[in-house]
């Protein structure tokens, strides 16, 4: 179970993440976008989303970097193992509450009004749900992980990432000792890659491109058949 787990399930998972954003965004065009309820409960929105937003942006960049960034990089920059795991502890620790507490919010805000509920598919929820869980997972691992302030831990989860992505057939070997509470947390995070693209979390992978090619536009449709005669010259 465990080397399906963690040797061939990521694969799936990260196929699926990846053919499945395509197809949609190829078949789906229109329904590539998170819905907006900002309207509604505004002051709790803005907070939530801010909170939310840069507390998992933080965590997604640190484990991108941190895990697939060979160890020999960091022994190079003359960075130990101990230092790393402090500072991924630090970090990661107050990303974690920041996105803790906005997560909270949104989830409290979306679930709470029945006018906010109404216009939200289960998905939203779900996906939501998922995601504050996997925090708190993220969390818990903090415990456990200042029992091993020396960055020897740390080193198997880097192997055990960049052994996937080399595809090392005994990658899910490097992380066969460490605690459950750490598989739990990797397991739910790959099962959040599996349905990432039937989510409304398919935003992340446009969003920030769509705001640099057309910062501060809004592109919006008319209905008239023709253009408004002289329009162009009164405003010029």
């Avoid at 053919?19 to 505004?42: C, H, M, N, V």
């Avoid at 709470?112 to 289960?122: E, L």
């Avoid at 080193?155 to 066969?176: C, L, N, P, R, S």
């Amino acid at each position: 179970m465990h080397n399906f787990v963690f040797g061939i399930y990521p694969y799936i998972a990260l196929s699926v993440l990846a053919i499945g954003s395509i197809a949609r965004y190829e078949r789906d065009p229109f329904t590539w976008k998170s819905s907006s309820s900002q309207l509604l409960r505004r002051r709790q929105f803005v907070v939530g989303s801010v909170l939310f937003h840069v507390g998992v942006l933080v965590i997604f960049f640190g484990h991108l970097f941190g895990l697939l960034t060979p160890i020999w990089v960091f022994d190079m920059l003359g960075i130990s193992h101990g230092a790393k795991q402090l500072l991924a502890v630090v970090v990661g620790g107050i990303a974690g509450v920041m996105a803790l507490v906005g997560g909270g919010m949104l989830f409290h805000r979306r679930w709470s009004d029945p006018r906010i509920r109404k216009t939200s598919s289960f998905a939203d929820i779900a996906i939501l749900a998922l995601l504050l869980a996997q925090l708190v997972l993220g969390l818990a691992t903090i415990i456990v992980s200042l029992q091993h302030l020396d960055g020897h831990e740390m080193t198997k989860f880097m192997a055990w990432a960049q052994g996937i992505f080399t595809f090392q057939k005994d990658a899910a070997a490097h992380i066969a000792d460490v605690s459950p509470i750490f598989k739990l947390h990797l397991a739910l995070g790959l099962t959040i890659f599996l349905v990432f693209p039937f989510t409304r979390l398919v935003h992340m992978l446009s969003a920030p491109l769509r705001y640099l090619l057309r910062p501060g536009y809004q592109i919006v449709r008319s209905r008239r058949q023709t253009p408004l005669a002289g329009r162009s010259t009164r405003h010029s």
